[in-house]
């Protein structure tokens, strides 16, 4: 008897392998990348120089500008002589208008320090009340007849005397402030300060009876360059 033969199982079937490739062209997005870089660069390189020219700028005016307010002050306040009442007005605007050109020749400075990172503060032990008063003291002598004609109420939260701050730079904030605010308040209208304690923080408060803003243009306050009109 013939042995039996076994013939071998077939293999399984196995599925066909499918690949699937995806290609991309990263060539013009590497490009756009590249433009950007460049534009980046450029973008600082030009903030650089703009800072430059502005504190050369005012540099350059504070010289002619300290002249001015030094000798028109001399003759406002009469002491190269007698001046008629015409001289007198005429002096006292020049004397003005230099004084209150070399403030913004010193914000302008102060803003290229503190965009360059040039701008230091010098912390010490400050009086609330004497920063207010002196705040608002500078702003009346500036508004002249205006600052007089105002009532000026100035509220201090007990148990608020002394802060730890730059005396020079929150005297600045509070002159600005409070100049706006008599600005635009008609005479016997009020223009108060307000300190208070806010969480852990202390809080400077300038309001006043004036115009005001309007409701529409308020979302531009905090916009550089932005103008709108006074109702």
Not at 14 to 23: F, I, K, S
Not at 34 to 55: G, V
Not at 109 to 118: C, F, K, N, P, S
Request: hydrophobic letters at 40%.
């Amino acid at each position: 008897m013939a042995p039996e033969t076994c013939e071998p199982e077939s293999p399984v079937s196995q599925p066909p392998l499918l690949w699937l490739v995806l290609a991309a062209d990263i060539t013009e997005q590497q490009r756009l990348c590249q433009e950007l870089a460049l534009k980046n660069a450029d973008l600082a390189q030009l903030n650089r120089l703009k800072d430059e020219f502005l504190s050369c700028i005012s540099h350059e005016l504070k010289s002619p500008l300290t002249a001015v307010v030094g000798l028109s002050s001399l003759l406002k306040e009469q002491k190269l002589g007698e001046l008629n009442q015409r001289q007198a007005h005429y002096a006292n605007l020049i004397y003005n208008s230099g004084h209150q050109l070399m403030t913004l020749v010193n914000d302008l400075l102060d803003l290229t320090r503190l965009e360059t990172g040039q701008l230091k503060l010098s912390l010490e032990p400050v009086s609330i009340a004497s920063v207010c008063d002196r705040a608002y003291k500078i702003v009346q002598d500036k508004q002249g007849k205006l600052g007089e004609c105002l009532e000026f109420k100035r509220e201090i939260e007990p148990g608020l005397d002394i802060l730890v701050a730059d005396e020079l730079r929150l005297r600045q904030m509070l002159v600005h402030l409070l100049d706006n605010a008599c600005k635009f308040t008609p005479e016997g209208g009020k223009v108060g300060l307000r300190v208070t304690r806010w969480e852990n923080w202390i809080a400077f408060a300038v309001w006043d009876t004036g115009i005001g803003i309007p409701a529409e243009s308020q979302p531009l306050i905090f916009k550089n360059f932005s103008n709108w009109k006074i109702p």
